[in-house]
């Protein structure tokens, strides 16, 4: 792949040569060229790839790039930059040209309901048919480009604010629909909460090339979020401050099965404990629930670069909730996954006598031998969220916290708990009385 460097900037400045171009590249310049358009942007040209302070800088603009672009054109099936822009379809899915026994007109047809069609919908789209859909980048870039044209195998599919519509003209899967915050009036700021969680739940489904992007390629949705609100909102590691009790109510999805999804932390930190990007793979929250929100929380985090979406340095939580430690008598102070530390912690507490189900979310899977270290000081902590009054039952969403560093007093979160109590009285259930503690998390 061609891309600028330090050291081949001052020669891209005067003349890209054609030859050193990849397939993808030369048919973008000819479908633009064709287009009558003057400019065509490609990230991997117009950033310098290895020079940190220019990739930030010019990354923050990536968001305003695209939604002031008057194009944005898709290899929707290239997995490379050699696989190209346009493709021969198949017979079954070509338009067919009909002439006129009369007239020397002729007219195209092609089928309604391509059997093509099938390959661009769930779960297909995944990795082989759609590739460029499954990539981190492009989630932003198509979501905020104004018109976008997906050259896919055998047809073309074009999106914009007023049309969504392909050549065989089926109808079009929700992937290729707009988050509601970027189509929608302003809304409430409890429905914009719920519609920044779900875009991050899509977000997290795409793969990512360089864990380190999980903000600069989110940077330009949020910038825009950010703008939309009636007041400022602080955008604190992935989640807002005007939401942020609810918002640190993520959990990893189960049931994660691609090798590029497999839970964990990444390899190099990027974002702290508490926020859904801490971990490799899958997010979700649980919608439509009516919370109490219990704990108080504030946070600061300290960026890399110039763009306050971007990159993060550091970022701390201060978190203030009722609270109840779980000791464990294990002698080796290890158990094997998080499910298993707390039924073996719950069931030995008086306290979660009245309990009828606990659903426990741990947040990273470990491999091999490994087994879950239980904190510096051989305890964990169940710090109270959120609580949920329901008909029959009390739900209880509580933060697993571990200490990691005991003479500084610092927290990691390790998971999310929800437990279920019998309806007694609306009240703090097991947290009754519960001393409430002041935790800094990282």
Request: aromatic share 10%.
């Amino acid at each position: 792949l061609i891309t600028t460097t330090k050291a081949t900037l001052a020669a891209h400045k005067q003349r890209v040569p054609w030859e050193a171009l990849p397939k993808t590249f030369k048919e973008a310049v000819e479908a633009t060229h064709g287009l009558g358009v003057k400019y065509l942007w490609i990230d991997s040209l117009c950033i310098v790839q290895d020079d940190v302070d220019d990739w930030r800088r010019e990354g923050s603009k990536m968001g305003a790039i695209y939604r002031s672009s008057y194009l944005t054109v898709a290899a929707a099936s290239s997995h490379d930059s050699s696989g190209g822009l346009f493709a021969t379809s198949p017979p079954e899915c070509s338009p067919q040209k009909i002439g006129f026994e009369d007239s020397e007109s002729c007219m195209f047809v092609r089928a309604k309901d391509s059997p093509c069609h099938s390959q661009y919908t769930p779960p297909a789209h995944k990795m082989k048919r759609l590739p460029l859909l499954s990539r981190a980048w492009t989630f932003q870039e198509m979501l905020l480009a104004p018109r976008v044209a997906l050259f896919v195998a055998d047809e073309i599919i074009w999106l914009c604010p007023s049309l969504k519509t392909c050549e065989c003209s089926s109808p079009l899967d929700p992937i290729f629909a707009k988050p509601s915050f970027l189509t929608l009036s302003p809304a409430s700021a409890p429905v914009r909460a719920l519609q920044w969680r779900s875009t991050v739940e899509q977000y997290t489904r795409r793969y990512m090339t360089f864990e380190k992007d999980i903000f600069p390629a989110l940077s330009g949705l949020a910038n825009l979020f950010a703008s939309q609100g009636e007041e400022p909102a602080q955008y604190l590691a992935g989640v807002w401050q005007n939401s942020l009790v609810e918002d640190l109510l993520w959990c990893n999805q189960n049931g994660i099965d691609d090798d590029w999804r497999a839970s964990g932390r990444p390899a190099v930190w990027r974002a702290p404990s508490w926020s859904w990007a801490a971990i490799r793979g899958i997010v979700r929250w649980n919608r439509n629930r009516e919370f109490n929100c219990v704990a108080r929380a504030n946070a600061t985090v300290e960026r890399a670069g110039v763009d306050v979406f971007g990159e993060l340095e550091s970022a701390t939580l201060w978190l203030t909730a009722p609270s109840v430690e779980l000791h464990l008598a294990d002698s080796e102070g290890k158990l094997a996954s998080l499910p298993d530390l707390l039924e073996y912690a719950v069931k030995r507490d008086h306290r979660f006598n009245h309990c009828v189900q606990k659903y426990a979310y741990q947040d990273y899977g470990l491999s091999g031998g490994q087994r879950l270290v239980v904190g510096c000081d051989g305890t964990i902590y169940l710090a109270l969220m959120a609580t949920e009054y329901r008909e029959s039952v009390n739900s209880f969403w509580c933060m697993v916290l571990l200490c990691v560093d005991g003479e500084r007093r610092l927290y990691e979160r390790i998971g999310l708990l929800d437990l279920w109590e019998e309806k007694r009285r609306d009240d703090l259930g097991p947290f009754n009385g519960a001393l409430e503690r002041e935790f800094t998390v990282v």
